[in-house]
Every structure is written in C-alpha cells, then in structure tokens.
C-alpha cells in the first residue's frame, strides 16, 4: 500500500513541478530550430573541408 501512495505523490509532484514550466511560443522555437539548423549545415560543411584537406595531405605523405 506505501508503494502505490509514494508512486501517486510522486506524480502529482510531478504534474505540480510541469505546471510551473514556461514552454517556448511557436515564434522562438521555430527561430531556434533555425538557427541550429544553419549552424549544423556550417559545422557539417566545415567538417567535411578539413576532412577532405586532411585526407589529401595523409595521401601525399604516403
């Protein structure tokens, strides 16, 4: 019986602590999902320039 009243207290702790949350607006996570996305296109693109120039050193080396 203590388990099933610890586990009821720990949800409505738990919906009581989710009610006090601020959610984002659709404006600012639709800003924020653009720009990780342009910086994961950056980051990728990056990667791959060193990616390719390290290669092609590695390839004159050997």
Do not use: H, P
Request: aromatic share 12%; with cysteine.
């Amino acid at each position: 019986m203590n388990l099933i009243k610890s586990t009821t207290q720990f949800f409505k702790g738990s919906y009581y602590e989710l009610s006090k949350v601020v959610w984002f607006g659709k404006k600012e996570v639709v800003g924020t999902t653009i720009v990780v996305v342009i910086f994961v296109i950056i980051m990728s693109t990056f990667v791959c320039i060193v990616d390719s120039l390290l290669g092609t050193l590695v390839s004159i080396i050997l």
